[in-house]
T-cell receptor, first 112, second 111 residues
Framework: DADVTQTPRNRITKTGKRIMLECSQT?????MYWYRQDPGLGLRLIYY???????NKGEISDGYSVSRQAQAKFSLSLESAIPNQTALYFC???????????FGSGTRLTIV | QKEVEQNSGPLSVPEGAIASLNCTYS??????FFWYRQYSGKSPELIMF????GDKEDGRFTAQLNKASQYVSLLIRDSQPSDSATYLC???????????FGKGTSLLVTP
């Protein structure tokens, strides 16, 4: 099984719908992150969490919310999806500030 | 916004040559530096990290860091077609809370 699992892998949904992307990890890492990747714009940070009671906004948090249900689970929600939220979404985990990330396989989200 | 800049490429090198990938960053207080490889449609994979000025070697890969010039590079020796991918430079700034990624350099190794 993958260390960092994202579901769904692909999703097509309509404008205005609420959608949740889920991330779970078996790495035992406290730090979890959500990024989106767009062609020409690279990876941009949406939200991050350093433990269950810690939630922080990244550079592009508008239109998104998150929930850290447990150390191993970090979900990203789009409350009312819009087409410019079409992107590849990655969850990542880290052991700490001196360590790199382990990424999930990504969720390709299309808003029509 | 702390910037991490990379040439988007594509950088094309023949098989067996050395590929040199470069990255500059704006946050002078940055502490740690990472190189990720990303194949098309896949997730980024960590290949190197470096914290101190100088060179760090791991197999065919060498990371080079010059904090005074705010410059980090990745050399790939004996490049193989399987090295063809996008290489992402990532920097953790002085605040330490998350990585800031460059937009990536596309590398094409031709047989």
């Amino acid at each position: 099984d993958a260390d960092v699992t994202q579901t769904p892998r692909n999703r097509i949904t309509k404008t205005g719908k609420r959608i949740m992307l889920e991330c779970s990890q078996t790495k035992g890492h406290d730090r979890m992150y959500w990024y989106r990747q767009d062609p020409g714009l690279g990876l941009r940070l949406i939200y991050y969490s350093f433990d269950v009671k810690d939630i922080n906004k990244g550079e592009i948090s508008d239109g998104y919310s998150v929930s850290r249900q447990a150390q191993a689970k970090f979900s990203l929600s789009l409350e009312s999806a819009i087409p410019n939220q079409t992107a590849l979404y990655f969850c990542a985990t880290s052991r700490g500030s001196d360590y790199g990330y382990t990424f999930g396989s990504g969720t390709r989200l299309t808003i029509v | 916004q702390k910037e991490v800049e990379q040439n988007s490429g594509p950088l094309s090198v023949p098989e067996g040559a050395i590929a040199s990938l470069n990255c500059t960053y704006s946050d002078r207080g940055s502490q740690s530096f990472f190189w990720y490889r990303q194949y098309s449609g896949k997730s980024p994979e960590l290949i190197m990290f470096i914290y101190s000025n100088g060179d760090k070697e791991d197999g065919r890969f060498t990371a080079q860091l010059n904090k005074a010039s705010q410059y980090v590079s990745l050399l790939i020796r004996d490049s193989q077609p399987s090295d063809s991918a996008t290489y992402l430079c990532a920097v953790r700034g002085n605040s330490g809370y998350a990585l800031n990624f460059g937009k990536g350099t596309s590398l094409l190794v031709t047989p």
